[in-house]
T-cell receptor, first 112, second 117 residues
Framework: AQTVTQSQPEMSVQEAETVTLSCTYD???????LFWYKQPPSRQMILVIR??????QNATENRFSVNFQKAAKSFSLKISDSQLGDTAMYFC?????????FGQGTTLQVKP | DTGVSQDPRHKITKRGQNVTFRCDPI?????LYWYRQTLGQGPEFLTY????????KSRLLSDRFSAERPKGSFSTLEIQRTEQGDSAMYLC???????????????FGEGSWLTVV
């Protein structure tokens, strides 16, 4: 069975600085997708970034980038130039077929 | 594109009562998912539909839970004989295409909060 682990329950960062959120996963599959979702206090889950396992190039979306290490089964999210609006819970998720499997989440607080 | 819509947003019910939640997916999305989320935790998969067919059900979905998507459009999630442990947010999501494993984006609704007293 696939599992996703986020070992940092809470993190904080100063506005304009960079922060990295960690995620590890376990699977025996060779091709799959990995996602980072953001859930602000309003509670609606929003896709931040996704990575296809067979692509070696790390995905980037504006201030958000990932460090995908397939052999290590690691998928971290880097947020550059942190903004107050980045304050939210962040979930790492795995998909092979059918559904997303989520980690426990990391609460990120951006401080002014 | 009006997004995934869920109703009601909040529901308080007495233990033992039945509750029903409705989800309207994004138009023409053929996949619809239900997740459950408790405070401070990640969403847990409950079930999903491809059009009107229910393709997978989690072990979390006990026989008190039933989900339907009769015409392949909106879906309902019913909880019978509610228990305090059912208190959670019930998230609905939808996607277009064959499988999220193909990279299709899942779009989430704002969720339906259930409190069982």
């Amino acid at each position: 069975a696939q599992t996703v682990t986020q070992s940092q329950p809470e993190m904080s960062v100063q506005e304009a600085e960079t922060v990295t959120l960690s995620c590890t996963y376990d699977t025996s599959e060779s091709n799959y997708y990995l996602f980072w979702y953001k859930q602000p206090p309003s509670r609606q889950m929003i896709l931040v970034i996704r990575q296809e396992a067979y692509k070696q190039q790390n995905a980037t979306e504006n201030r958000f980038s990932v460090n995908f290490q397939k052999a290590a089964k690691s998928f971290s999210l880097k947020i550059s130039d942190s903004q107050l609006g980045d304050t939210a819970m962040y979930f790492c998720a795995f998909a092979h077929t059918g559904k997303l499997i989520f980690g426990q989440g990391t609460t990120l607080q951006v401080k002014p | 594109d009006t997004g995934v819509s869920q109703d009601p947003r909040h529901k308080i019910t007495k233990r033992g009562q039945n509750v029903t939640f409705r989800c309207d997916p994004i138009s023409e999305h053929n996949r619809l998912y239900w997740y459950r989320q408790t405070l401070g935790q990640g969403p847990e998969f409950l079930t999903y539909f491809q059009n009107e067919a229910q393709l997978e059900k989690s072990r979390l979905l006990s026989d008190r839970f039933s989900a339907e998507r009769p015409k392949g459009s909106f879906s309902t999630l019913e909880i019978q004989r509610t228990e305090q442990g059912d208190s959670a947010m019930y998230l609905c999501a939808s996607s277009q295409g064959a499988s999220v494993g193909s990279g299709n984006t899942i779009y989430f609704g704002e969720g339906s909060w259930l409190t069982v007293v």
